[in-house]
């Protein structure tokens, strides 16, 4: 019989380190997606401060980032295996390493103080002693520059990659890319949205954001969407915003009316592939959170239809509560497994998307889980996924009708090789591929556009 797990809950809701800690332990112990157990966290801590709920998102996501570097470095300071160490004072140790390491503004003694307080929370007394003298050690290191707090000679884990997925990319991109790669997972991503242009004016929209004090900059979708051989249609170019000195867009009222979703650069590209004419019908097979079909509905200019569909209630509520928010009138949301064939919809969509579930490497550095906990088994298993679902989905397409497939992943499994596949096995005609490397600016992505001709 498996053990139950622990539950981790904050010992003191008005302690951001203590929330961090507990994100950590959700995410590391229990398995939980850090993206949840950041929001569950915070959510119990109503009374922790705006700026204190910010450190402790900071502190857990950043941990969570260079985890496996950290733990390089803090098994040089322990006289046994980090594994051999209780879950809380493995957490206390290592946000107190990326603090002492990547957070310069905060002071070093106040780090080795809190640390040995959040032990003493935790009724780890006993073990106070041992994370005093472990990170006072390392202050020492940092203030003389020992390479022992610094040099790490395997490039995988300097970049706080696993080696076997450093090989891996290394092996699909070269060396150089696989660098680019992992580095780029470590740099925090502005917030971006996209503007719904059917709803409001840039001018207006823009307006709004600045009359609430918002400091917003243009992102040039025309040059990123050149640089990777893509040009929209006429009065299709996405207009996208990236935010800075806000905590969240739900207190916006430019969001609040629909006239702005939360969505990446990269995650626009489907979309204006797909081109859509006004009054088309068109299908999002795994839509869920919908932010691909609302950007449809919006191009679609009140005309044709959208229907969202994914396999779960929860999944559906959340596009439901988009469209409802967005205020669009020609886009709905529905309740069907794509993997079960759903006869009335053959050949009625004159474009489907098809977003597939898919390993989520190009998001790494939004959900940092994500490359610790992809296997080499997983990737296989989710590319026989994606075909299982592309084998129902693309009798829905029109004769003459286009397909969009798309992955927010990396791998040519799931990306390449699922094209090759659908024009020998399913007879699709690829029209054009485009792949995107994560950056500082935006995620990685792949979108491929196929016709069926028959």
Same mark, same amino acid.
């Given at each position: 019989?498996?053990?139950?797990q622990k539950?981790?809950?904050v ?8 929330a961090?800690?507990?994100i950590l332990?959700l ?5 939980k997606?850090?993206?949840h *157990?950041?929001?569950?966290v915070l959510d119990?801590?109503p009374?922790?401060?705006r700026?204190?709920?910010?450190l402790?998102?900071?502190i857990?996501? $950043?941990?969570l ?14 006289k ?9 004072i493995?957490? +206390? ?5 990326y603090q ?6 905060v002071p070093?003694?106040a !780090?080795c103080?809190e640390?040995v307080?959040?032990?003493k =929370?935790?009724?780890?007394l006993g073990l106070?002693?041992? !994370?005093n $003298? ?17 040099e790490?000679?395997?490039?995988? !884990?300097?970049?706080a990659?696993?080696k076997?997925l450093?090989?891996k =990319?290394s092996?699909d ?5 696989a660098?680019? +790669?992992?580095?780029?997972w470590?740099?925090?991503r502005?917030?971006? &949205?996209?503007l719904n ?5 840039e ?5 709004l954001?600045r009359?609430e004090? &918002?400091?917003f900059?243009k ?11 893509? /040009? ?10 990236q935010l800075s000195?806000i905590?969240?867009l ?5 969001f609040?009316?629909?006239?702005l979703q939360?969505q990446?650069?990269?995650s *626009?590209?489907?979309?204006?592939? *797909?081109a859509?004419?006004?009054?088309s ?8 959170p919908? $932010?691909k079909?609302l950007?449809?509905?919006d191009?679609l200019r009140?005309?044709g ?5 994914d =396999?779960?209630?929860?999944? &559906?509520?959340?596009?439901e509560?988009n469209?409802? /928010?967005?205020?669009f009138?020609n886009i709905?949301a529905? =309740?069907q497994?794509?993997?079960?064939p ?7 969509a004159?474009?489907l ?12 550095? /939004?959900?940092p ?6 296997e080499p088994?997983s ?14 989905v693309?009798r829905?397409?029109?004769? $003459?009708?286009r397909?969009v497939y798309?992955t927010?992943?990396l791998?040519?499994?799931e990306?390449?090789?699922?094209v090759?596949w659908?024009?020998?096995e399913?007879?699709l005609v690829p &029209?054009q591929?485009v792949?995107i490397?994560p950056s500082?600016?935006h995620?990685?992505?792949?979108a491929?556009l196929l016709?069926?001709?028959?």
């Amino acid at each position: 019989m498996a053990s139950k797990q622990k539950e981790y809950k904050v010992r003191d809701p008005r302690n951001g380190r203590d929330a961090a800690l507990t994100i950590l332990l959700l995410v590391c112990e229990n398995r939980k997606k850090s993206h949840h *157990a950041v929001r569950e966290v915070l959510d119990s801590c109503p009374g922790l401060s705006r700026r204190d709920k910010a450190l402790a998102k900071r502190i857990a996501e $950043g941990s969570l980032e260079y985890l496996i570097r950290l733990d390089c470095l803090l098994g040089r300071y322990l006289k046994r295996p980090l594994s051999f160490l209780k879950p809380e004072i493995r957490g +206390i140790l290592r946000i107190s390493f990326y603090q002492l390491l990547y957070m310069d503004k905060v002071p070093d003694s106040a !780090v080795c103080n809190e640390a040995v307080e959040l032990a003493k =929370l935790h009724g780890l007394l006993g073990l106070s002693g041992l !994370v005093n $003298g472990v990170l006072r050690a390392a202050v020492r290191d940092k203030q003389s520059g020992s390479s022992r707090l610094y040099e790490i000679k395997d490039p995988a !884990v300097d970049l706080a990659v696993p080696k076997w997925l450093f090989r891996k =990319l290394s092996s699909d991109f070269g060396a150089d890319q696989a660098r680019e +790669i992992a580095g780029a997972w470590l740099w925090e991503r502005p917030v971006t &949205v996209r503007l719904n242009l059917s709803r409001a004016s840039e001018e207006e929209i823009c307006s709004l954001l600045r009359e609430e004090g &918002v400091e917003f900059a243009k992102a040039d979708m025309k040059g990123f969407l050149s640089e990777h051989g893509i /040009r929209p249609a006429p009065g299709q170019l996405p207009v996208m915003l990236q935010l800075s000195g806000i905590s969240g867009l739900s207190g916006l009222s430019a969001f609040q009316k629909g006239l702005l979703q939360p969505q990446d650069m990269s995650s *626009a590209v489907p979309a204006v592939l *797909a081109a859509p004419r006004e009054g088309s019908f068109i299908l999002d097979v795994c839509a869920a959170p919908g $932010g691909k079909s609302l950007q449809l509905a919006d191009l679609l200019r009140g005309t044709g239809l959208v229907e969202a569909r994914d =396999l779960s209630r929860q999944k &559906v509520r959340l596009i439901e509560e988009n469209i409802s /928010r967005s205020g669009f009138q020609n886009i709905r949301a529905r =309740l069907q497994d794509a993997l079960v064939p759903h006869e009335e919809s053959y050949c009625r969509a004159d474009i489907l998307m098809a977003d597939l579930p898919c390993s989520g490497l190009g998001i790494a550095a /939004r959900k940092p889980d994500i490359k610790w906990n992809v296997e080499p088994c997983s990737i296989t298993e989710l590319q026989a996924l994606q075909r299982d679902i592309l084998r129902v989905v693309y009798r829905y397409v029109k004769p $003459g009708g286009r397909l969009v497939y798309s992955t927010c992943t990396l791998t040519p499994e799931e990306n390449e090789q699922n094209v090759e596949w659908m024009a020998e096995e399913l007879k699709l005609v690829p &029209v054009q591929s485009v792949r995107i490397f994560p950056s500082r600016e935006h995620d990685g992505f792949f979108a491929a556009l196929l016709k069926r001709s028959f």
